[in-house]
């Protein structure tokens, strides 16, 4: 089965220091979403990219996330600076998406688990 | 906007018991519906899926109706394993949203032998 591949699986930071999570999504897919898992929050979305380009990211914190996209291979969410209320599940997940509809869903990764101490 | 409400857990059974969770929606126009499942330490899996009104989405056992006149698409399983033990996310695609998925908040569900 194809998978999509988030690297790495787990990281424990300082606080103000820069994060990179990165994610291979699936070959042929259109569409990678990202998005935040904590407990009190559930799944948040952050941003999500079609074809690459940038289509939402309203839900990050602009000055401290950026989500990049350099080619259809490798999506990218940073933090500068990292701060202890982003720990957190991070998730990335890709899918086809033909005209406006989601027909089949989407493949996520396991996650990133980030811990900022 | 749009948005799935999800019945609160968590919900614990015994094995071989039936299992629902309610699972409702609010959309304009005519959504895609799926059922997520996370199982403990791992990402979201896709469980099962409906595209218009009365399709029967299933898988594992698992099935879920969609149903237009009371916007809902509640999970059910005759018999549950312990192996189902997991958290269940619903959500929704809807016509316009770029293919965004809107989720619920999920339900834990343990399964004890």
């Known amino acids: 089965d194809a998978r999509v591949t988030q690297t790495p699986r787990h990281k424990v930071t300082e606080m103000g220091q820069e994060v990179t999570m990165r994610c291979q999504p699936i070959?042929?897919?259109?569409?990678v979403f990202w998005y935040r898992q904590t407990m009190m929050q559930g799944l948040e979305l952050l941003a999500y990219?079609?074809?690459?380009?940038?289509?939402?990211d309203s839900g990050m914190p602009k000055d401290r996330f950026s989500a990049e996209m350099p080619d259809a291979t490798l999506a990218t969410l940073k933090i500068q600076p990292s701060e202890p209320r982003d720990s957190a599940v991070y998730f990335c997940?890709?899918?086809?998406?033909?005209?406006?509809?989601?027909?089949?869903?989407?493949?996520f990764g396991s996650g990133t688990r980030l811990t900022v101490v | 906007g749009d948005s799935v409400t999800q019945m609160e857990g968590p919900v614990t059974l015994s094995e071989e018991a039936f299992l629902t969770i309610n699972c409702t929606y609010t959309?304009?126009?005519?959504?895609?519906l799926f059922w997520y499942v996370q199982y403990p330490g791992e990402g979201l899996q896709l469980l099962l899926k409906?595209?218009?009104?009365?399709d029967k989405g299933s898988n594992k056992g698992f099935e879920a109706t969609y149903r237009k006149e009371t916007t809902s698409f509640h999970l059910e399983k005759g018999s549950v394993q312990v192996s189902d033990s997991a958290v269940y996310f619903c959500?929704?695609?809807?016509?316009?949203?770029?293919?965004?998925?809107?989720f619920g908040k999920g339900t834990k569900l343990s399964v004890k032998p």
């Open positions: 997940a890709s899918g086809l998406v033909s005209g406006a509809i989601l027909d089949y869903g989407y493949t």
């Open positions: 070959l042929g897919h259109n569409t």
């Open positions: 990219f079609r074809n690459r380009a940038p289509l939402d």
């Open positions: 959309a304009t126009g005519y959504p895609s």
């Open positions: 409906a595209t218009k009104a009365d």
């Open positions: 959500a929704l695609s809807a016509l316009g949203s770029q293919g965004n998925l809107i």
